[in-house]
């Protein structure tokens, strides 16, 4: 099978279920480097692979000022370098934490929203007890009211 080398904003946004709205908002945010035939944009794989980066960055909290230091970093040589390098791990490292940060307060919500049901339910059971409890004289009362002669 060949490789494909060039690509159309439309094959790109499609690949990627994502917008062409999105792709030349990566543009401007000069993420992406399109060539260009007349209006046409012509993206390399190149271009393909970092829109890819983009998407993955996104999905692990990496803002898009993070991605393009990154790219920028890339850039400046062949195969990256040790800053490079060294800034993804640090940038990996604050987004754990910061995961890890919303993980104890996902938990920590689901503790309290454990003790408000809890008490809820404890509540309306107590609140429909009583509401019982109510009816049942008066139940009585209809009944012998209606047994009178």
Do not use: H
Not at 74 to 81: K, P
Not at 98 to 121: F, P
């Amino acid at each position: 099978m060949v490789k494909k080398e060039t690509y159309s904003i439309s094959e790109l946004a499609k690949e990627f279920d994502v917008t062409t709205r999105s792709i030349r908002f990566y543009e401007d945010q000069e993420l992406l480097k399109p060539s260009r035939n007349g209006q046409t944009r012509i993206f390399s794989s190149k271009d393909r692979v970092r829109l890819k980066l983009i998407l993955r960055g996104k999905r692990m909290g990496f803002s898009l000022a993070e991605t393009k230091e990154l790219f920028d970093l890339w850039d400046e040589t062949l195969s990256g370098n040790e800053k490079q390098l060294l800034l993804m791990l640090e940038t990996l490292s604050r987004k754990r934490a910061m995961l890890e940060q919303q993980k104890e307060d996902i938990a920590q919500a689901e503790m309290e929203m454990d003790v408000a049901e809890t008490r809820c339910r404890e509540a309306l059971a107590d609140l429909q007890k009583r509401k019982k409890a109510q009816q049942a004289p008066a139940k009585k009362e209809k009944a012998a009211a209606n047994d009178q002669p």
